[in-house]
């Protein structure tokens, strides 16, 4: 099986960490390939910038032509997601709602610490849309922006074991989702400086969630919300294909 | 005061068509300037283009060199606004947002009535993230394609009215949405084969609210969501500067 | 187009700040008629008061004789407005409402400063029941009186800025609403104290949104819930054609 | 232990079938006084009638000079209830939060059969702001009048029994409530035809409730929404005060 | 009219303390009769501990041979009860629900104070199931275990009077449920103490609203979720009839 | 990898069924082990037996001395998970919710098909309290009772499909599961009789979550809602330990 794992944004060295976080989380005999967008931000930190790279993620899929079995989408909380379901005929996970998901079948409610608190809105309202709102008791910013996380590791840890204490002791989380791509390797430093909290990172639950729902044979269904596009003229698509 | 209307496709009569309501809704002394994206779908009828859409109209946006006072924005339950918020420091105003709140000045429950069944539940999610959801009593869809409203219009009010009579009749909405910009030139004709049952069209109602935005000097609030974007490298952007 | 503003409560002078605002407010062309019900309570700080007033508001509807085009009720959060929408044809806009939904405009969500605790839960009711609670970060109250906020309008300025820093810190509102009729004036001194926080005046907003409403040839739904009250007896009213 | 029992409308043979259904329901050792309001209208079908009520119960309450233990509001559904629960010092039960909680006690979800459609909308706020809409499967309206539905009791059982019928089948319900204090005196008939689903008169319920609360030593809460109303001039009231 | 309390854990003082409260709370010419399981745990402080006590109530419902009217299941927010439904012709109550619904009754929104932490989510999702939670403004611990409330009764007013406290002033509580039977006898001298806040006990409340039901003729409907259990093996059953 | 299968009933060709299942669904190299409780019903139609085989299942836990990585708990919507997860400390999944939120990764919302119809308000509960309800568009039973299932292939597999259609046309699913843990084997035949409808069987997608779970090395939270029991007296407990 091979799952494809796509970082949002052109940093090429989170496209690398992410790749790494998934490796280490897959299944014995599962390949794990990772790309970025041709084009777009460094970083996604907003929604203009979750709306660029939404579109330079779907013109990557359009061209992209090796065979994969099922995308990992590895922007947490960010838009896109449904297009790709459209556009693909194989699983599509996001890391917001698998880390999500994997947390509710750990503990009775979940935090997520994630990096700014510009981010927190559009993170709760990616829950609430995907109907997984009803178990998280908060969602909290380390302040920290998304290139900052890999530049100083030691505080980046500090920050967000200190947020996620507060999300366990003042909001009841029971569970702490790592609320960005970026944090993927913090997992188990964070979750012993909790005393055992179980920490899910998204990137590591979409690829095992990748893994059983192509295991089991099944696929996005088709009937309704995510029919393919209907055959119609999409002037300068894809863009990656433009002289540039 | 000048409000520019965008049409979130490319097909340059919707952008003739959305401009003629804007005109006919805005009060004396506002100018109307309308305008689409340079590049993306004929149209919107599903997430995978609406996210191309919501790219290309933030391309449009970060291109548009003539000032305006305020944006609406005329795809119905679309993607982007959020993005163009950021990005803009004059008020952005979205037609389903416009049409469900205008609605519920009118009556103690709306309906929508929109193209394809599929864009349903995406127009509920966007009430639902909007906050809006709670007065909505159905949306509903006519199934015809957005193109193919303006290729029949008897048809089309015919469609229109069957459909926003069931929402009436059965699901106890108090006030018909119609849910697509290519929808906006019916409100008069489907308001009286309803009997009077109140008939918004987004178009119109979001020229109304920017205007009343506007004159009372405010905009968007830029303390948390809705901040600008921070500065960073976005690569290959914008695509409408590239040469093609 | 003439509007008709009525202050819930018989404290003149409140009357007139609310016309001030109100006309300050209006396009020009649009005429403000401002008034009180001929009894009921000086002011209103409580469920009882809300219904003695809500009942002298229709009884002073009931009596008046001039025409006019839209009606905005001065009472945030105060019950009555249904009853006003079954009895007129025009529109009937309520301040409350109307500043949810501008605010709604304008940011991910609201606060709502208003004056004593009491009336807290009795506002997110009100909210709550016109289907625009899911965005509102907070209602908190400054402790002062309606009467109160008038006598001391530094303390009330102090008083207001205070309680609405802590709706957007601590809260998460991106936009604040003056919850009270009697503090239309103090918009631009707490959004400057705010460092730019838009700042919302419910009378603005309503009288804005009445203008939208009646330029769009739009009123209240007469299918369901507003339909005109039934032919019947009803014993002593008007109240105020008694003898006295 | 005196409960008093308001019918709020002035037909006073409502008021005599109200406190015949009341004496039938209460424990031994319970006394049942009834009245009703000494001003407007002979029945209420709609929110400018409730509003008008709300203030006619209120006057009837302040210059009501006979002690009595608890208050029963018999209007299903209608406003005035808070404001009663701030006027006095002893609980205030109303009819249709009663039949719901009494309903909940009886069965996993509960429906109303009311009077006319116009009503539904309105009993469903009204349980909504009560935090009783959850397990509500539904509000239907059999399409008679209030004061139709003694004019022709057979009609009216026919009526009934169909559209709980209806609730029971289409709608989940488990247990039916009379939803107008006219239907007081159905229940048993109306049981009987449904097969044994119980069937729940808000007046007996809000009595017995009465009774549980005073029993108990307790009564509403005033620290906080029910506080007394506050010292201040009230022009012209109490209405039934003046000449007339 | 007879009425069987049943205390869930196994401790012989816990039930004469809940008995004798019942007996306190009830109407004269009610009989309490009072009793526990005949096996399983000696306080239930979990999810594990509730399931087991769930089974070895309706155990010893199973093999009660004594009439009642009525059965009161004196577990807060523990389950079982609807088991019971099934199981009985007569009504049930439950302890948590019957407190909450009074709280109701007598406030706008009511908090509960419980014993454990851990116990907060349980009585929150219990709430929840029930339809009751919207009015709920807070769940709070005190820390202390059920077999600690009656250890030392001086440290339990005590922290049960800070907790109910920081409910009605942190979260706007008007009413306060003590949430555990073991605090049946605290409710005046914490009632004093909050200064008139109304305090709930659920023992009482339940055995109240069971004298209700009676008293009006009503019982648990059979029509979908409590229909009676379907004949069938049911192996090792009941648990008490076994040899031991 | 070990999982345990735990079938709630005591019917052993169903444990049979399902360990085939959970066999034919598990990734190579994870073992399946499948027991059932060793007293208790046959089938769970309802909350009573729900209730027991609670109980039973944790009993049998209890006892059960063989290793094992992982629970599967193959009841659909009953009661006991949230005992086990205090119990024990490997990772517990449950079919209903794993069921669920493997549909919510593959369609916008999804529809549940199960027995009886009495058991739809009880599955209905459970997605709410394990906060999955919101994605939900059906629950609907087939009318066939649990041991009925296996008695005749041919007649469930119709039903199923045609209550299945029903889900999709008039609700609105885009996925369907498969509601009790004795369907498990139908789900390629219905899939493929809905036209390619996604079908989700709640054994198979527990058994992946588990080996995901399992696989990155988290297991239960322990720090509030499911630490483990407080050491305390259990009299006559285990149950299965009792000569009998």
New interface residues.
């Given amino acids: 099986m091979r799952i494809l794992v796509l970082n949002p944004n052109?940093t090429a060295s989170m496209t690398a960490s992410i790749r790494a976080i998934a490796e280490a989380?897959a299944?014995p005999g599962t390949e794990i390939v990772a790309t970025e967008p041709?084009?777009?931000?460094?970083?996604i930190?907003?929604?203009?910038?979750?709306?660029?790279s939404?579109?330079?993620v779907?013109d990557r899929l359009a061209t992209y032509d090796e065979p994969f079995d099922a995308l990992v989408m590895a922007g947490f909380g960010e838009?896109?997601r449904?297009?790709?379901?459209?556009?693909l005929d194989v699983?599509v996970?996001d890391i917001a709602?698998s880390a999500a998901?994997?947390a509710?079948?750990?503990?009775?409610?979940y935090g997520v610490v994630t990096t700014l608190?510009?981010a927190?809105?559009?993170i709760r309202?990616r829950l609430?849309?995907?109907?997984?709102?009803?178990?998280c008791a908060a969602v909290r910013g380390t302040g920290l922006?998304v290139l900052e996380l890999e530049a100083d590791p030691e505080r980046t840890v500090g920050a967000v074991v200190r947020i996620a204490s507060e999300a366990?002791e003042r909001d009841?989380a029971?569970?702490i989702c790592l609320g960005c791509g970026g944090m993927a390797g913090l997992r188990d430093r964070v979750s012993a400086a909790l005393?055992?909290?179980?920490v899910?990172d998204g990137v590591?639950?979409a690829v095992?969630?990748a893994?059983?729902?192509v295991?089991?044979g099944?696929?996005?269904?088709?009937?309704?919300?995510?029919?393919p596009?209907?055959p119609?003229?999409?002037?300068?698509?894809p863009?990656s294909a433009?002289?540039?």
């Avoid at 041709?38 to 970083?43: A, K, Q, T």
Wanted: charged share 20%; net charge negative.
């Fill in positions: 052109t989380s299944s041709l084009w777009g931000p460094e970083s930190e907003g929604h203009f910038e979750g709306y660029l939404a579109a330079a779907l838009p896109g449904e297009g790709a379901q459209e556009l699983p996970l709602e998901q994997m509710m079948m750990l503990g009775h409610s608190d510009r927190v809105p559009q309202d609430l849309t995907a109907g997984l709102l009803g178990r922006g366990v009841g029971e569970v005393g055992g909290v179980p899910v590591a639950a095992r969630f893994e059983s729902v295991g089991l099944l696929s996005t269904s088709k009937v309704r919300s995510f029919a596009p209907r119609k003229a999409i002037g300068g698509w863009v433009r002289p540039s």
